[in-house]
């Protein structure tokens, strides 16, 4: 039986094309247009999964390259403090007084999952 498919819940698809609604959209040469291969690099799921705070707000840098695109930089900011949260986030767990639980986070999706085969589809 095939699983029940958990893509990334900011990729979005639009005739046949990625676009991640995580993107800044700064800079010369961003773009929100996503490949397998940009998500596949994205550690965006693996960020909400170690801190997972409901005030923890992710952007993204995304650049435009000719037939690809590539994640620059991350931003990760805390919206209870509003400051950009520097030292990848060594504050940001339970401990802090602004921690507030986020059980979607803790349950991120891998970017991008193996497509499951169906059952039976082997030779
Ligand atoms: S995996 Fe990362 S780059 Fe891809 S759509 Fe999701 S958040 Fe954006």
Same mark, same amino acid.
């Given at each position: 039986?095939?699983? $029940?498919?958990?893509? /990334? %819940?900011?990729?979005?698809? @639009?005739?046949?094309?990625?676009?991640?609604?995580?993107?800044?959209?700064?800079? +010369?040469?961003?773009?929100?247009?996503?490949? *397998? +291969?940009? /998500?596949?690099?994205?550690?965006?799921?693996?960020?909400?999964? @170690?801190?997972? /705070?409901? *005030?923890? =707000? &992710?952007?993204? *840098? &995304?650049?435009?390259?000719?037939?690809?695109?590539? &994640? #620059? #930089?991350?931003?990760?900011?805390?919206?209870?403090?509003? &400051?950009?949260? %520097? $030292?990848?986030?060594? =504050?940001?767990?339970?401990? /802090?007084?602004?921690?507030? +639980?986020?059980?979607?986070?803790?349950?991120?999706?891998?970017?991008?999952? @193996?497509?499951?085969?169906? $059952?039976?589809? @082997?030779?």
């Amino acid at each position: 039986m095939m699983t $029940e498919p958990k893509p /990334c %819940p900011y990729r979005s698809v @639009e005739l046949g094309r990625l676009f991640c609604s995580l993107a800044t959209q700064e800079g +010369e040469r961003s773009t929100s247009r996503v490949y *397998n +291969e940009t /998500c596949a690099g994205c550690q965006m799921a693996k960020i909400k999964r @170690e801190h997972p /705070c409901k *005030n923890l =707000d &992710i952007g993204l *840098n &995304i650049a435009a390259h000719r037939d690809r695109s590539t &994640i #620059d #930089d991350v931003l990760v900011a805390c919206k209870a403090y509003r &400051i950009i949260l %520097p $030292e990848m986030l060594d =504050d940001c767990t339970p401990e /802090c007084p602004a921690w507030s +639980e986020d059980p979607e986070a803790k349950a991120m999706p891998d970017p991008m999952p @193996e497509k499951p085969e169906a $059952e039976g589809s @082997e030779q």
